[in-house]
Structures are given as C-alpha cells and as structure tokens.
T-cell receptor, first 116, second 113 residues
Framework: DTAVSQTPKYLVTQMGNDKSIKCEQN?????MYWYKQDSKKFLKIMFS???????INETVPNRFSPKSPDKAHLNLHINSLELGDSAVYFC???????????????FGEGSWLTVV | GDSVTQMEGPVTLSEEAFLTINCTYT??????LFWYVQYPGEGLQLLLK?????DKGSNKGFEATYRKETTSFHLEKGSVQVSDSAVYFC????????????FGKGTHLIIQP
C-alpha cells in the first residue's frame, strides 16, 4: 500500500509541450505539497494545499498550475515546458498544516521529468 | 527566513566507520527538525525527527539530538554499512504561519567496502 503515489515516474517530453503529473495520498491527510528537486539535488517547495485550498505558492512560473479535485489528490500541470523545467518533482502530504510543526511530511517516490 | 546548512560532501567512508553529518539551522520560533534519506533512484524517506530541544531522534542505528543552544541537529551512526550510501537531507519545519519543510542542500554519503 503506497501512502503517497505519483505518476508517471519518468517522463521525457519536448519543449513547448503541456504535461501533468498526478498525485494521490491514502493517508487521510489534510495537506499536500509539490516540491522540486534540481540537478544539484536541492529541494524547494512549490505549492501546498490544505483541504483543497492553496496555502503556499512560492515563486514559480505561472506555467505551473496545481489542481486539487479533493483533499486526497493534488495534480501538477505544466504548460509550455522549457529545458529548465527538467527536474524531479515530489508530491508530499502531511496531517495538518502549519499549526503542528512536528507532524511528519511523507513524500512520494518522485517524477523524473526530462525536457528535450 | 528559515535556513538549513549542512556539509555537502561527497563524504566517503569505509564500512564500519563512524559517521557524523553536521547540520545547523536558523529559524524563528521553535522548529521541528528532520533527517530525510534518498537512496539512488528513489524518493525521500523520513529517517528520524525531533520536535523539541534536547529530544533525540533515532532509527536504523542513526541518531540526532536537537541542540537549541547551538542550533544544530547533527546526524551520527556508530558503524556504517555499504547500504547506507545515499543522500541525506537535514530539514526543519517552523510552523507558526509558514508550512512545508526547509531543506539543506543534501550530503552525498558513499560507503566503500
């Protein structure tokens, strides 16, 4: 039983295309996130949602649009892909947002996006 | 703002050696501290955590103690194995209006037989 699952795991696509990465969590958590890991392994938060409502929207191009149809799902849609978008994208979830800092954030296995 | 600083490596050790990966942080309030591990080609897994000063997190032979006075959360293991080869991330979550984790840049650990 995978707690946080995301698809696809690998995605190779051409510049200018539009693609989506899907994420689902079966932990009953209220909060979900998208993180980006660059080629140097640096991890940075992109978005967080709590009960389908956007909480954090870091400085990311508006070509990136998260969509949360329900609190168990948070999909990431990327328009007009650029070479610099190549990275690993991690979905994550947590019980509760910022009121309890000790709640663990659980990560999916990552989606390796390569733009050619 | 919040930040985490950790040695970047790569750190190369022989099997059964003692491991220390340093991590220091800057945060407002009283953050919780975490170590995550990423094995080659895999996602992030929580290794251990500590939620208040002087707490010790431990798992799989790894330990880290939350030191508020030195704002540190160093990761230690007494005897490493080849299977410990991975990238280790120190992270904090400060709460109080901000969410998500702030990560260090990761330390690549290589254990040689």
């Amino acid at each position: 039983d995978t707690a946080v699952s995301q698809t696809p795991k690998y995605l190779v696509t051409q510049m200018g295309n539009d693609k989506s990465i899907k994420c689902e969590q079966n932990l009953g958590h209220d909060t979900m996130y998208w993180y980006k890991q660059d080629s140097k392994k640096f991890l940075k938060i992109m978005f967080s949602y709590n009960n389908k409502e956007l909480i954090i929207n870091e400085t990311v191009p508006n070509r990136f649009s998260p969509k949360s149809p329900d609190k168990a799902h948070l999909n990431l849609h990327i328009n007009s892909l650029e070479l610099g978008d190549s990275a690993v994208y991690f979905c994550a979830s947590s019980q509760g947002p910022f009121t309890i800092s000790g709640n663990t954030i659980y990560f999916g296995e990552g989606s390796w996006l390569t733009v050619v | 703002g919040d930040s985490v600083t950790q040695m970047e490596g790569p750190v190369t050790l022989s099997e059964e050696a003692f491991l220390t990966i340093n991590c220091t942080y800057t945060a407002t309030g009283y953050p919780s501290l975490f170590w995550y591990v990423q094995y080659p080609g895999e996602g992030l897994q929580l290794l251990l955590k500590a939620t208040k000063a002087d707490d010790k997190g431990s798992n799989k032979g790894f330990e880290a103690t939350y030191r508020k006075e030195t704002t540190s959360f160093h990761l230690e293991k007494g005897s490493v194995q080849v299977s410990d080869s991975a990238v280790y991330f120190c992270a904090l979550r400060s709460g109080g209006g901000a969410d998500g984790l702030t990560f260090g840049k990761g330390t690549h650990l290589i254990i040689q037989p």
